[in-house]
Structures are given as structure tokens and as C-alpha cells.
């Protein structure tokens, strides 16, 4: 954790990258603006002072041509229509001059003031020694003035004239220069701030990728490999701190979870352990019902028979309490081998199933019925099976048998001198149907509705109502090995007798009833059995 708190955050690494790009692009800002200015500036100086001022120059040449141009005409033909070209001339002169004059401030190192005070100068000697004599002359028919001093006089405002456009045109060629180079300096920014910013990109690709991009890579493989199974494998993380801290605490989870891992695998073990002894016990179980159905039985027919023998030969020979004790071993022997035969069909419930198949609750309940038709002779009661119960997968002879114990027990506890009346019908209710088997007997107190349930627990004794105790444990056992659950409904209080209700799973093939809230019983028929 040492280490972690010396390594760099991501906030730290994104603000140094941050800070360099903004200090980048300050400086690609400042370096463009700047190259901007110098363009401005020289472009400025090209095209508002340096050009103007060639372009004056050029036009005060020409003005000076046309003057020489006027008076040499006008000596040949003193008309003044001739020397107009000398009087546009001057003023041509003028307005260059006029223009030429403010642009001095603009080249403070040229030569252009002692330049355009050469041309003036020169100008203003030739018309004065030459040219305006050289009119007066013409105008008065007098001989004109010697033309080779006029020329010489000219040849020096030629030569200042051309000396002021040369030194003008070298200005606009370093004016030209200048902007061009200037444009240089700006495409070399340009190029170098993208060339900067493209190794900036480059780099900071890199570093994330070395730095964010492949520790959060290496953390998540680490993490699929605890969770795919390898709970063994260590997660270091690695990078920013944010990284290794997150790294050791997938670390601490990935110990935690070996720690509840290996405690399951011992539990686990515990419980493999406990279910080979669970194993060996329900083999002893199993070696006991076979005992108990076979080496058990045996000795006790044998009991069974000779105490019916010995009263059926000795009844009536012996005293009344010699007939009365062997009654008690016959009755003894014979509730030994009920009680026998009901433990033994206990403990085969989910044990010696042959598999679930469709079973037709009307047949089950009909055959049910048919084995109770002595105690329904015997009770003048009544049996009623609804039409149309449905068919639901289970074990054909456990569905049997249980519906056999509910009837049963509706005919047996009946009330005194009332005929017991049963009724088998069913509801589907969602994806389960609710079986219920109700009669009109005797009923059962709402405190007992569990009791009745637990093995060998009865609410009457044997002499009012016979029986081992076992009936409706075995039919609860029976419902829960088909997934449902069996309760006591006890309906409306003034009414009499019991209602057995329980579940079945709905079979895959039937669909849900069209709406579970306003779905009916089944329509019943009561039949007699």
C-alpha cells in the first residue's frame, strides 16, 4: 500500500497531460497571432505604402517626359496646343510630388527624401534655365536657347527620376521579401505546431495505453480467472493508484471468496460424508423393513395363528378371564401386523416408484372406491366422484393409495346414525389443481389441524375409532413427494364434517384455465360406490 500511495493518480496524470496541451496550445495561439501581425504588417507596408509610392514615382517620370515632350514640340510649332502636354506635365508633377511626400515617414533608412528633393531640384533647374526660356523664345519668335544644355539639364532629371524608382522598386522587393518570408515563418509554425501536437497525440496514445489502458487489461484478466474458476490466482494491479487500490481490493474480495470456497468444499466434504452415512442408515432402514416384513411377520403369523387357534378350541372351556387374555393376544397380535404393514408402506413412499406418469384421478378415486365398498355397505354411506377430474403425472398406486386414506377416513369418522356422504372433486388453480376430499362427519378442531398430520398421532382412542395412526402422515408424505401440500379446510363453522384439501402439479399438456380468479370446481356428479 506504500507503493500505491507513492505512484502517480489519474487525476495527477490527466492534469500533467492537460497542462502540457493547454501550454502547447497557448504557444501555437501566441506564434500564430504573432506570424499573423508580421503578415499584416507586412502586407500593409507592400501594398499601402511601398506600392503607392513605386506607382508615384513611375507616374512623376512620366509628368517630367511629358513637359520635355511639350516644349520641344512647342519651339517647333509655337501653338499652345502643343504645350499642353507641359502644363499637365507640371501638374502631374504636383500630385506625385503631393504623394510622395507623406510616404517619406515610411522608409526612415531608403533614400527616398534625398531622392525626391534630387528630381525637384533637378526639375525645377531645367524649367528655369531651359524650359520656360525656351517658351518665352518660341512665343516671341526669338531664337531659342542652346537645346545641348537643355538636354543636359534633362539628363539629370532622367537620371534622379530613374534613381528614385530604382531605390523604390528595391524597397517593394524587400517589402515582397519580407511577406513572403513572413508567410514562410507562418506555414513553418503551422507544420511544426501540427508536427508538436501529432508526437503529443502519438505520446499520449502511448501512455495511456503503457499506462491506464494495459494495467486495466491485466487487472481484468486476473478478475475473469478468479471468475472462471481459478480462485487461487492473485489480482496485483498495477498503473495509477486508483488501479493498484482498486487491484487489492479485488484482491481482498478474491481471499474472502477462497476463504468461503474452501469453507464450502469442507462443508462440502462434511455433507458427502453425511450423506454416505445417510446412505448406510437407509440401507439399515432398508435391511430392517426387509426384517421387519419378512424374519418379523413370520413369528408373528405364527403367534397370531396359534392364538386364534386356542380360541376357536378352547373358547368357552376355559374361565372368563382365560378367554379374556387370549382375546388380548389375537387383538395384540393383529394390531402388530397392521402397524406393520403401514410402517412398511411409509417408508416405501418415494422409494419403490417405478416413475411419474399420467395418472386419471377418476380412475384412482373409482378403484379407491371400489376397495371401501365394504365399509360403504357396512356404514350406508355414499362415495360421490366429480366428472371430468383431471389427469396429472405422479405414481399410479401412491395416487391410489392416498385417495383410498382420505375416503377412508371421511367414511370412518362419521357421526352416529347419519349415513357419512364423501365427495372427491378438484379446482385448477394457476399451475397446480387443488384436490379435495370432503364428508360430513364427526370434523376435526382447528388446534388439531396439524396434529393429525404427524405419524402415529391420533385425537380418539382405539377402542372408538380403529386405526394405527398412520394415514394421513403417510397421505401427507405421499402429496409432498409430488411437489404439493395438503391442509384441513375448515370451512364455514355451522357446518359439519371435514375437508381434506390438496395440490398436484398441472400435467405440462393441460393449459391455464382462462382466468384463474373465476375458475370453478370441476362439475361433480355424485355417484354411489
Known sequence: MEDAQQRWTLRRWFTVGATVLGVLSVLAVVLGAWAVVRIADARTVLYDEVAPAVTASQNLSSAVRDQETGVRGFTILANDVFLAPYVNGKQAEAAAV?????????????????????????ADTWRRDYA?????????????PNAEEGRLLFDRVRVATATLIDDLQTERLAARQRLDSTITFLAVVGITITAVAAVFLLLASIGLRKVILSPIRRLAAQTRQVVEGSVGTRVLGSGPRELVELGADVEAMRSHIQREVDELQEANAQLDDRTRDLERSNRDLEQFAYVASHDLQEPLRKVSSFCQLLQRR????????????????????????????????FSRVGRTTTGFEPVDLGKAAGAAAAQLAAQVEETGGEIAIADGLPTVPGDPSLVQQLLMNLIGNGLKFHRTDVPPVVRVDAVQRGDEWEVSVSDNGIGIEPEFADKIFVIFQRLHGRDVYAGT??????????????????????????????????????????PPPADPALAGAVPSKESPS
Do not use: C
Not at 387383538?331 to 412398511?344: E, F, P
Not at 391442509?487 to 384439501?501: K, L, N
Open 98 to 122: 503631393a504623394a510622395l511626400q507623406p510616404l517619406d515617414r515610411s522608409f526612415p533608412g531608403a533614400r527616398l527624401p534625398a531622392n525626391l528633393q534630387e528630381v525637384e531640384v533637378a
Open 132 to 144: 520656360e526660356p525656351t517658351i518665352a523664345a518660341a512665343r516671341a519668335g526669338a531664337p531659342t
Open 314 to 345: 378352547y373358547g368357552g372351556k376355559l374361565d372368563e378371564r382365560a378367554d379374556q387374555y387370549i382375546e388380548f393376544a389375537v387383538d395384540g397380535a393383529q394390531r402388530m401386523q397392521r402397524l406393520i404393514n403401514d410402517l412398511l408402506a
Open 469 to 510: 395412526g398412520i394415514g394421513l402422515a403417510l397421505a401427507k408424505k405421499i402429496v409432498e413427494f409430488h411437489g404439493g401440500r395438503i391442509w384441513v379446510d375448515h370451512g364455514e363453522p355451522d357446518e359439519p364434517g371435514t375437508a381434506i384439501r390438496l395440490t398436484l402439479p398441472v400435467s405440462p399438456a393441460d
